[in-house]
Nanobody
């Protein structure tokens, strides 16, 4: 059974940095690209960024480009979302997702989803 667990969320202030982690079990992690999404109540889920199987390709939504960084450590079956210069608009529940395909287009139906971790940025 596949499990994705996101950690690292919490309450931060505008301008702070925070690193989210996504750890997978029950899957050959290196076979999957990893995507991050976020969602606030009443709004559609929003794509944040993605990283390919090898960790040498990433892309981000314009809203976070230049502030967020993705990396992965397959030895730990983990992906890290480094969020810098956080803004109140970054407040959301952040979800990681695994998908067997890598595209410069977020997958509509990722293979696996995590349960999410809440990030709140105070002004």
């Amino acid at each position: 059974q596949v499990h994705l667990v996101e950690t690292g969320g919490g309450l931060v202030q505008t301008g702070d940095s925070r690193r989210l982690s996504c750890v997978a079990t029950g899957v050959t992690f290196s076979d999957y690209a990893v995507y991050w999404f976020r969602q606030t109540p009443g709004k559609a889920r929003e794509f944040v960024g993605g990283i390919n199987w090898y960790g040498d390709k990433t892309y981000f939504a314009d809203s976070v480009k230049g502030r967020f960084i993705l990396s992965r450590d397959d030895s730990r079956s983990a992906v890290f979302l480094q969020m810098n210069n956080l803004k109140p608009d970054d407040t959301a529940t952040y979800y990681c997702a695994l998908h067997h395909r890598w595209e410069y287009e977020p997958p509509r139906e990722p293979d696996y989803w995590g349960q999410g971790t809440q990030v709140t940025v105070s002004s």
